[in-house]
């Protein structure tokens, strides 16, 4: 079980915590703007990262906050966590 | 395990002023005890509100996570960064209109949750093996003090832990889960 | 007979409290102490199993975890019957009754051993590949029943496992893996610096190695000196004094797994000869810890010579352990053969008991400790080759080839030392990179992965001074990262031994002049693998160690190729002539041991399994006698039967009772959600399809909720019980998806809200009173709220007072009846639902279950999320287009609903089927299809019941183009028959919606 740093409450159990997917995907302000193309891009496209990956999580059954993370996905070690809004923080490979 | 069931002797919780509040709860132990009826409200507030907010309601709304506040009857447990759990031992059925009243036109959220959750109490020298037993969070004293809450989960069961004494706790549990925590609880509790 | 191998005076087994089992019937006896290996050992009992494939006799190879051929099954009563049993890890109690396995009838005489005698040339590995490809419909009849039959070890048992198991959670500061030299050193090294600290250790008793310590003397930081089984037992006492410390033997480590959480399986009971009753078998502990030390120990590794395997040929250290922990002589006459110093030990240590050793053939050259034992006076054979060794059920003569000269010698038992494997299984679990070390010739420990290290002989440390040496700097380490200050310089033992571990070492098929092709040189002996397998699959083109274990099954089953895994790979070295790191390694996996289901599942079975969510009505409906189903976690009332009615009955009685004069139902599991502050109508804008700025306070609206890809994912009645709150309601599976799919948008899309969401699912009781007699029922217990037709229409919500406690009540139907749903607080439900009863009674009042509220719905055409939609469904395709808010520039899943494949014409719409027959009730899930092209199904039942008040079938279903084909005829095949329908509309009764507005 993983152990995941959450902005508000610290280190938790992964046991607390929901996945959320690839992180910073906003949704379009006007969707009716966007083509068919650019919607299901929204939609469905994501990242298949062999590497670090900025991804959602949600303190589901702490805090309740969603925020986001940066995890190498070879070794499931967190590099960072930080909170919705905020920009991924640099971060160098272990 | 083959004793628990589906159906209890109701026990039951009578307040002052109004009917008696059902227990889902099967029984009581030296050691783990369904803790009455409670006034509960869940509290959402932004963070330039608080001082604000606390001096209204008689509590200061701890900002540091997982920490709670005691004023009189009046206890404000920090669930989120802008969520509080306020918890009232002297509860009567107009207790979260009435604190909505004290609140006035501040900008916050408040929902009555009294009979959303029910409480047990748990006390002994053992106490932090008894939560070990379907709790994953280190419950030391050194890293969960008195007065520390949180949501957590304890097996499948989500639950809110409150810490109120070296060997004593105050779990919150959904009521329909009451039975599940309960259950699991009186197990690791015959184990010892 | 036992006498004669039991040595008095040796090990830590207790003579004085003797301990009768049986193996296979047989009775006999061992001591307080024994596992059951040592007790049959000392019984002169060496054969205990068949062996796999080839059903040859097997003996106990080995003393541990490492066990390949002694499994037993264990029987204690009928239920509790384990199989696959270590027999040198079963601690031996009073009356223990053990069988042997895969053999039949018994182990002398076994039917399958011509598998061994006649068939094992036409046997090979990669058989079953090559051999069972045709004809293909053999396969069923004939290849798969009797390969079944002959596969498998053990057999299950039959009944449910009456034992509990039991779970715990636990944090420490330094895990400590291991309670040998290393283990221990590095435990109270750790401990006196304060830091948490948790020991564990497989075995009944800790001390490992130093359990079987003889004549070895370990230094104190004083003038003084200890034994090596009083040194262990001094660190044992200060660690068992240290409140910080926790000592948990008989555990064994299975698995590490990310961020040093490490899962122990801790055996309570299994030694015990009488079980208290419910007590724990087995404890699962989840440990996280900060700083983990793996002191597993190494791994001794047999020999690979032809016909290794008779029952006799064992571990060399295995059988010196034998002897001096459990004062057990493994036999009278006993050859060594070596590749390691420490076959030179045994035969000294056995030597001194009395033990004739045939001779020692060590396939090395002369050496230092060659000479010393020729000079001890015993017969050494150097650059030895092993030819074969002779016996039918024992072991009676091994061979050997030597300067030239080839000789044959009587024994009863044969030793291997062919070196040690340091154990780095947990090590490789956590992800730690291996490193060849061509000195040693092992893997070691390389860089890690998590906080961990390893000491002692898991890393290579064999001698015992440089294990405590290694473990002593490990347990200091480690509570230095975690945190914590040593207060006293490190302090390295010295040791005296008479017989040191030495060095050495070999991988592979030892020399031999015997034609490896056709001798049988065991290399797994769990799965029956020779040397000559390995080189054939290398041969067919098995290049990868992967492919290999998977050609040959080398390295497969509960060992894991523990004995077997360095061998295979010395065989593909030499037969590729690659080097062992290019070959690789085959994935270390958990769990380190077998362990059983009990102990994953602890406590999560039969009411526990998962919670069983009740309602405060609940225990209400069970003193009625209601029929429950479950819905997702919840325990509902599925139907309230009388008087022995089946389902069908009391559902249709429930059904006319409600149409007729008023039923109760309850509600309460509905999914809740309070959404508060003054962007409250803007989120639910945003959100819902409907749109929802002008619906009144007091006032209710059906909402209907997407995904962002335009399907249907939830619906429910939302009330507006003020300007700035609504009160919405969810499907009762949904409830825990909405709330979160909600906080997602509102935590992550739409900060600029001053909204806030609160689940209030369990903070209200909901009993909906449904029927033409609802009004009649609920109003005289009602206070401060007027629910007059004219105050309070239908969809309207207001707070008041029932019985005197505090009420929100919604005038809303999911029959197409008058109806109420009564909110009051949970902990008043159970008095309010008895209130309403009480008073129903005057009016039949029925109670009724979900299916009953499945039926009322169904003949109203109201839809269920999740059975007239399944994820691919949009709110046009069910008929809900009239909920969505036109002008609405934006809400969730309104883009999605423009996309070309969402809008064509011929998608499946919602439409109702009457049979034509007037009697069946179509299947749920049932294909469609127009005679005018029945090959391609259109369409499938969604919902289909019996209507008793129309006294006639009904369904809802989806259908291509469904909405215009009303009136057409068509098909729903089955098995037996074809069944033919109607197209109807979805609304079966009071198509008008009168009967709502009453």
């Known amino acids: 079980m993983l ?50 990956h900025a991804e959602r999580w949600r303190h589901l059954h702490g805090c309740a906050r969603f925020f986001n993370a940066l995890r190498d996905t070879r070794t499931d070690h967190f590099l960072a966590t930080y909170k919705v809004g905020e920009k991924a923080p640099e971060v160098t490979r272990p | 395990m083959s004793d628990l069931t589906l159906v209890s002797p109701a026990a039951s919780h009578k307040e002052a ?32 509100l608080i001082d604000a907010v606390s001096e209204r309601l008689g509590v200061t709304l701890p900002r540091e996570a997982n920490r709670s506040a005691t004023q009189d009857d009046l206890s404000a447990l920090w669930l989120g960064p802008d969520e509080w759990l306020l918890i009232s031992s002297e509860p009567h059925d107009s207790w979260a209109a009435s604190l909505q009243q ?47 809450c949180t949501r957590t989960m304890f097996d499948k069961a989500e639950v809110v832990l409150w810490r109120t004494g070296a060997h004593s706790f105050h779990i919150e549990v959904w009521r329909s889960f009451a039975r599940y925590v309960e259950g699991l609880l009186r197990i690791a509790e015959e184990e010892g | ?202 075995r009944p008793v800790m001390g490992g190695s130093l359990l079987a310590a003889a004549d070895t003397n370990i230094s104190g930081e004083g003038e003084d000196w200890y034994s090596a089984g009083a040194w262990r037992k001094e660190v044992l006492a200060f660690l068992e004094k240290q409140p910080n410390v926790t000592l948990l033997p008989r555990t064994i480590a299975f698995g590490y797994y990310p961020h040093n959480w490490i899962g122990l399986c801790e055996k309570l009971t299994d030694h015990l000869a009488v079980l208290a009753r419910g007590a724990p078998r087995e404890r699962l502990w989840q440990v996280r810890a900060a700083q983990v030390v793996i002191a597993t120990g190494a791994i001794e590794r047999p020999l690979v010579f032809p016909e290794n395997d008779r029952p006799g040929i064992m571990l060399a250290d295995a059988a010196r352990t ?179 571990i030495g060095s050495g070492g070999y991988l592979g098929a030892a020399p031999t002049s015997a034609d490896l092709s056709k001798a049988k040189a065991f290399v797994d002996w769990q799965n029956d693998v020779t040397a000559k397998d390995i080189v054939l699959a290398t041969r067919e083109g098995f290049l990868s160690i992967e492919h290999v274990k998977r050609y040959t099954t080398t390295g497969m089953a509960t060992d894991q190729g523990k004995l077997s895994n360095i061998n295979a ?43 069983a969510r009740v309602t405060a009505i609940n225990d209400w409906a069970v003193a009625q006698g209601a029929a429950f189903e479950d819905v997702g976690n919840w325990k509902r009332a599925h139907y309230f039967p009388k008087h022995g009615e089946d389902l069908h009955a009391a559902v249709n009685r429930e059904c006319l009772g409600v149409r007729k004069s008023v039923g109760i139902f309850d509600a309460s599991t509905l999914g809740k959600i309070e959404i508060v502050g003054p962007d409250a109508a803007e989120f639910m804008n945003r959100f819902f399809v409907n749109a929802w700025t002008k619906l009144g306070v007091g006032k209710c609206r ?127 439900g159970r008095m309010v ?74 998608r499946k719409q919602l439409v109702g089927l009457i049979s034509s027959d007037g009697r069946t009730v179509l299947e749920e899930g049932a294909q469609i299809v127009d005679p005018a092209a029945p090959k391609v199904p259109i369409g499938h039942v969604t919902s289909s019941y019996y209507s008793a008040v129309l006294g006639k079938p009904i369904a809802l279903a989806l259908v291509r183009g469904g909405r215009q084909r009303l009136g057409e005829s068509l098909y729903v095949p089955m098995p037996d028959s074809v069944i033919g329908v109607q197209v109807a509309p979805t609304v079966f009764f009071d198509p008008e919606g009168a009967r709502v507005n009453v």
């Open chain 1, 3 to 52: 152990i995941i740093n959450c902005p508000y409450c610290g280190a938790r159990p992964e046991l607390e915590f929901a996945y959320g997917g690839q992180a910073h995907i906003d949704r379009p302000v006007q969707p009716a703007d966007l083509n068919d193309e650019d919607w299901t891009g929204y939609l469905y496209l994501r990242e298949n990262t062999k590497g670090i």
């Open chain 2, 17 to 48: 002023g109004s009917a008696a509040v059902a227990s889902p709860f099967t029984g009581h132990s030296k050691v783990i005890a369904p803790l009455g009826h409670f006034g509960r409200a869940v509290l959402r507030v932004s963070e330039d």
């Open chain 2, 102 to 148: 004290k609140l006035g036109d501040a900008l916050v959220a408040l929902v009555d949750v009294s009979h959303r959750q029910v409480a047990l109490g748990l006390e002994s020298p053992h106490v932090e093996d008894l939560l070990a037993s379907g709790c994953a969070l280190d419950l030391r004293e050194a890293a969960f003090p008195v007065g520390a």
């Open chain 3, 1 to 202: 007979m036992s006498k004669q191998f039991r040595i008095k005076g040796t090990g830590r087994v207790d003579p004085s409290r003797p301990i009768n089992f049986t193996f296979d019937g047989k009775s006999y006896t061992g001591h307080q102490g024994d596992t059951l290996a040592s007790a049959l050992l000392a019984n002169g009992v060496h054969l205990v199993g068949r062996s796999f494939k080839y059903h040859r006799p097997r003996g106990i190879l080995g003393i541990g975890a490492d066990e390949p051929n002694a499994l037993v099954g264990i029987r204690r009563d009928a239920a509790r019957y384990t199989p696959n049993l270590l027999a040198t890890q079963v601690e031996l109690y009073e009356g223990l009754n053990a069988v042997s396995q895969n053999r039949n009838p018994s182990l002398e005489h076994d039917r399958m051993e011509v598998n061994d005698k006649w068939l094992s040339r036409f046997i090979p590995a990669g058989f079953y590949y090559k051999t069972f490809m045709w004809p293909k419909s053999a396969w069923d009849k004939w290849y798969e029943p009797r390969i079944r039959e002959a596969a498998g070890l053990g057999v299950a048992p039959s009944q449910p496992d009456p034992d509990v198991y039991t779970q715990r959670y636990a944090h420490c500061d330094v895990l400590v893996i291991g309670a040998g030299p290393a283990g221990l050193a590095a435990a109270k090294e750790a401990a006196a610096t304060g830091a948490r600290v948790i020991l564990a250790d497989d």
């Open chain 3, 322 to 500: 034998y002897l001096q922990e459990y004062g057990v002589a493994v036999g009278q006459k006993v050859a060594v053969v070596t590749a390691h110093d420490s076959g030179y030990r045994a035969a000294h240590e056995l030597k001194a008991v009395g033990v004739d050793i045939a001779v020692i053939a060590d396939i090395r050259g002369r050496s230092v400790v060659s000479d010393r034992a020729v000079q001890a006076g015993l017969n050494v054979l150097t650059e030895a080759k092993i030819e074969g060794t002779s016996g039918k059920l024992r072991v009676s003569s091994i061979t050997m080839t030597a300067a030239g000269m080839r000789s044959n010698f009587a024994c009863d038992a044969v030793l291997m030392a062919g070196g040690f494997t340091p154990s780095v299984h947990l090590f490789s679990q956590s992800r730690g990179k291996l490193v060849w070390d061509n000195k040693l010739q092992a893997y070691l420990p390389g860089d890690s992965a998590e906080a961990e290290r390893s000491a002692g002989a898991s890393r290579g440390r064999f001698a015992l001074a440089e294990a405590l040496a290694d473990g002593v700097d490990a347990g200091r380490e480690a509570a230095q990262a975690a945190g914590f200050t040593p207060g006293t310089p490190a302090f390295h033992p010295q040791v005296t031994v008479k017989h040191a």
């Open chain 3, 569 to 611: 790979l010395g065989i593909v070295s030499e037969a590729t002539g690659r080097s062992i790191p290019q070959i690789g390694l085959t994935t270390f996996r958990t769990p380190y041991t077998p362990i059983t289901f009990g102990t994953l599942a602890g406590h999560a079975r039969g009411m526990l399994f998962d919670p």
């Open chain 3, 702 to 828: 059906y909402g209907v909720l997407l995904r962002e890809d335009g399907f249907v994912t939830d619906d429910g009645v939302v009330g507006r019980v003020a300007k700035d709150r609504f009160h919405v309601t969810t499907t009762t599976g949904g409830a825990a998806r909405v709330l979160g799919m909600m906080e997602d948008y509102l935590q992550t899309e739409w900060g600029d809200l001053k909204v806030w969401l609160t689940s209030t699912t369990e903070q209200w009781s909901v009993i909906a009173v449904q029927g033409p007699k609802a009004r009649e029922v609920i109003a005289p217990l009602i206070e401060d709220l007027d629910v007059s037709a004219e105050a309070f229409p239908h969809m309207s919500i207001g707070d008041g007072k029932i019985c005197g406690v505090p009420l929100r009540l919604m005038r809303v139907s999911f029959t197409g009846e008058l109806g109420f749903e009564v909110n009051v607080p949970s902990g008043y």
């Open chain 3, 833 to 906: 639902w008895e209130a309403i009863w009480e008073r129903g009674k005057a009016f039949d009042m029925v109670p009724y279950g979900t299916e009953t509220m499945h039926v009322l719905r169904a003949e109203k055409g109201y839809i269920i999320v999740g059975q007239e939609t399944d994820g691919t469904v949009t709110p046009d395709d069910a008929g809900l287009g009239w909920a969505i808010g036109k002008a609405k520039p934006d809400f969730v899943g309104k883009r999605s609903l423009q996309r070309p494949a969402l809008t064509a014409p011929d």
